[in-house]
């Protein structure tokens, strides 16, 4: 069932991207751990979004893998875009990025209650300039 939901969730709004059906999948309290920090709420997640697509407005993530088990989904995206925006402190570059990530999410009554993501940032800021490559 909870990967059923996920399916859904990566195949209709992951693409579109539309506020109001982020509320068909998304908890009002969804809790969202990323990058050594925490964010609450639905309002505060599609914040978050928004701010993605306003650094990459070409944003695609492509599902690896998706594994479920009990409340929990994890799945391995790789995402690219273009780095036309603001991103981690760095303004647009015009640059192509290609990153490996991977999500825990936790559902209850058939929404997301909690995300832990986990992105490639070293590599992303590589990509954009940002950082020399090693």
Request: hydrophobic share 40%; no cysteine.
């Amino acid at each position: 069932m909870n990967k059923r939901i996920m399916e859904r969730y990566t195949s209709e709004y992951l693409p579109g991207r539309d506020p109001a059906l982020a509320s068909k999948f998304v908890s009002p309290d969804i809790v969202v751990h990323s990058g050594g920090q925490t964010w609450q709420g639905r309002d505060t997640y599609l914040g978050i979004v928004a701010a993605n697509l306003k650094a990459f407005p070409d944003l695609k993530w492509t599902v690896q893998d998706m594994r479920a088990e009990g409340d929990t989904v994890a799945i391995r995206y790789t995402m690219t875009g273009t780095h036309e925006g603001p991103f981690a402190g760095v303004e647009a570059t015009g640059k192509a990025i290609r990153s490996e990530s991977m999500a825990f999410y936790r559902l209850s009554h058939g929404k997301i209650v909690e995300e832990r993501a986990q992105l490639d940032m070293l590599g992303i800021l590589r990509q954009m300039g940002a950082i020399p490559a090693a």
